[in-house]
């Protein structure tokens, strides 16, 4: 197939996006409070968004406009409402977590985002449908994702967390690859909008046997 | 035909459970469902037998010799759990542990989560194998947190966090995949992660895109083959959700699972070389084993020492897969087949085991044997089978395993050999008491089904003694398409 190269205005807009997105991943990282993480998980799906539009814009491939709307109904008004109303429901949205060690969790992101490049380095090199950077962006995004679930001791955060890696798959696939193939990305939505639902359910459950939706009290099940 | 029925009559299942599955005879619909998905399944087998590979749809569907096998072995031991949980969760309910509405929950998801299963293993799309395998995981959790308790909530968190964190590994693996493909096989057509376009020109494919796609895949589906160190979440799973999950989780998804793997593991040799691939799976492979039967000593849960087992016997599959050649491939397939049976005939048996007396511990359950024979017949001989003494058919694919380790790669004989012995001990020393000794139980409310229990080990046992030559040719088919 022909490849289509960007014009170099696009691209630099499309790195702009792929940086806020790193940017909004670290800001995610530090923030405390559950109704702001939502707002920064709505942004990334902004992000996602606008360049998914410019990819389809700019490399004449038309069913990305479709995927580009998955993302505007799913990840940008669909998801976040749905959360907001469960930590409005939970009585959650005043919780402020207590973070271990930001400026440590900052360094580490660091050293991922380092990693995430080195990894990504020998892939991009043979990249033509995209700049440099954009599949270790990805990659970075997942990454920290993955550290903020780990760092995370709540259970709403938990999940805003392996949404937020959802997201980095997402621009993965759309800068790498133009997208999956339609049918892929909606059984993609499909299994992210059916995995929000059961995990909110789940949080009703959780609070009724634990009452609170601290992951701490949920560490009984080890070896003896 | 025959394809289109599997597909779609554990859905039709899911939506009929869904609407009537608190109803009285609920179990029965849904052991008539699985029956009926058995006969679909044999139908397909007898097809491909006949006719070899299929190809429909666009080719977005294909059964080979190697999925066909585990399509017929998902719909048998899809059937059997049918039967064996129709008395088991009858008696839960009348314990109270259960409601109708719960039960209703778990009879749409059971069919959900076969009809997820078969989507997996029939599809040709890479794609669609990781949207069916993610729906797997999404039915199971659901299965798995049934009771609502404070423990099974926290196994079916546990589960959800580390398996979606792993699956989404796989995902960014077959992107990865994809965009090694579009290179060659194009963007349109939607044929990029088509397995059979990938495999037949997986020579062109770039090299060092699919190293990386395959560390990723690996570690995403190795999280649900619980191959260690991503295995945390299996023993908890196994040992909260209801028993008919136990046995369906380890005789059935984790060997999807690893056919996943095994999938991507053929296109990526044939891009790489066989190096890298198989030293990954014989390292997670050995490392699984091992760990997994140091951990059996310390278990006292019945379910969460027969989990562990099947870490361990995942273990040794995976380590067959990655020694590669005809006959470890051989002996793989055939101890997923065994292992499948077995594994699932003990829970079987641990389940009710626990009904009798009432409690998971280990120590709380002795004197099956005056109890209740068969329960306590049908625990001792499935930890035999498992443990891989002779006849059984776990002792000729293990022995099988073994001489070929000591053949291509003697270092590893002695490691495989040791968790062999520490599991049998841990495993050997746990089960005689509860199986012999004397204790009063209570009788069951419900008298239980464990036919399947004694037909799986009967199959067992006659894989060992004697194969038929049409399912040795089969298997060998299968080997030859591994490589």
């Not at chain 2, 746990?430 to 009967?458: N, T, W």
Request: with cysteine; aromatic share 10%; net charge neutral.
């Amino acid at each position: 197939m022909v490849l289509h190269a960007f014009t170099v205005p696009v691209l630099n807009v499309l790195n702009l996006l792929a940086s806020c997105l790193l940017l909004i991943s670290f800001a995610m990282l530090s923030e405390r409070r559950t109704p702001r993480l939502i707002t920064l998980f709505a942004g990334q799906g902004t992000i996602l968004f606008i360049s998914t539009c410019l990819i389809a814009h700019s490399s004449g491939l038309h069913e990305l406009y479709y995927s580009a709307a998955l993302t505007l109904l799913l990840k940008v008004i669909g998801l976040p409402l749905i959360l907001r109303r469960l930590i409005y429901r939970l009585d959650a949205q005043w919780d402020s977590e207590p973070l271990v060690n930001v400026p440590l969790t900052m360094l580490a992101g660091l050293a991922l985002v380092i990693f995430a490049f080195g990894l990504a380095q020998p892939i991009s090199m043979m990249a033509t449908t995209i700049t440099r950077n954009m599949l270790g962006i990805a990659l970075a995004v997942i990454l920290l994702s993955f550290l903020m679930m780990i760092t995370r001791r709540k259970a709403v955060t938990q999940v805003i967390g392996f949404l937020a890696m959802e997201n980095g798959l997402f621009f993965a696939a759309t800068s790498a690859t133009y997208g999956m193939p339609m049918v892929i990305e909606l059984g993609i939505a499909l299994d992210v909008l059916v995995g929000v639902f059961i995990l909110g359910l789940f949080f009703f459950q959780i609070r009724e046997q634990f009452e609170s939706l601290d992951l701490r009290n949920m560490e009984n099940l080890k070896e003896e | 035909m025959e394809l289109l029925a599997v597909l779609c009559l554990p859905l039709l299942g899911f939506l009929l459970l869904a609407l009537f599955g608190a109803k009285r005879a609920a179990p029965e619909l849904n052991i008539a469902v699985s029956f009926a998905t058995l006969i679909a399944a044999a139908l397909l087998v007898l097809r491909v037998e006949r006719y070899g590979t299929i190809l429909v749809f666009h080719d977005q569907f294909f059964v080979d010799a190697f999925n066909v096998f585990l399509v017929g072995l998902t719909a048998f031991v899809g059937l059997t759990t049918a039967i064996f949980s129709r008395p088991y969760m009858r008696i839960e309910e009348l314990h109270g542990r259960l409601t109708p509405r719960r039960l209703q929950l778990y009879h749409a998801m059971y069919q959900l989560f076969m009809a997820a299963m078969f989507l997996a293993l029939l599809t040709n799309n890479m794609g669609l194998l990781w949207v069916a395998m993610e729906a797997a995981t999404l039915s199971t959790v659901l299965l798995v947190s049934l009771y609502r308790t404070r423990a099974s909530l926290e196994a079916a968190w546990k589960y959800f966090i580390l398996c979606g964190v792993g699956i989404a590994q796989a995902l960014f693996g077959t992107i990865l995949l994809y965009f090694a493909a579009e290179k060659t096989l194009g963007h349109e057509g939607m044929t990029a992660l088509l397995w059979t376009h990938l495999n037949a020109v997986k020579g062109q494919l770039e090299p060092r895109v699919l190293g990386l796609a395959f560390v990723f895949l690996l570690v995403g589906y190795g999280t649900k083959v619980g191959l260690a160190p991503l295995h945390n979440w299996l023993p908890d799973a196994h040992a909260e959700g209801p028993t008919p999950v136990s046995a369906v989780l380890s005789g059935l998804l984790l060997n999807v699972a690893l056919y996943a793997v095994i999938r991507c593991k053929v296109l990526v040799e044939g891009s790489i070389g066989v190096t890298l691939p198989s030293r990954m799976l014989m390292g997670f492979g050995l490392l699984s084993a091992v760990l997994a039967s140091f951990f059996l000593w310390r278990q006292r849960d019945i379910k969460r020492l027969f989990g562990y087992s099947s870490i361990e016997h995942m273990g040794i599959i995976t380590f067959a897969f990655g020694l590669g050649g005809p006959i470890a491939n051989f002996a793989a397939l055939l101890h997923m087949t065994v292992h499948s049976l077995t594994k699932s005939s003990i829970f079987f048996t641990a389940g009710h085991a626990s009904q009798v007396s009432g409690t998971q511990q280990m120590d709380g359950i002795r004197g099956l044997l005056g109890t209740s024979p068969t329960i306590g017949w049908g625990l001792m001989l499935g930890s035999l089978a498992i443990l891989g003494t002779p006849p059984f058919g776990v002792f000729s694919s293990e022995f099988l395993i073994l001489t070929t380790a000591m053949r291509e790669h003697p270092w590893t004989t002695p490691l495989l050999l040791i968790a062999l012995t520490v599991a049998f001990a841990a495993i050997f020393s746990r089960v005689q008491p509860m199986v012999f000794g004397d204790k009063e139980a209570q009788p069951l409310p419900q008298s239980p089904a464990l036919v399947p229990v004694f037909v799986h080990l009967a199959i067992v046992l006659m894989l060992g003694v004697y194969m038929p030559p049409a399912l040795a040719e089969w298997y060998r088919a299968a080997a030859r398409l591994i490589g």
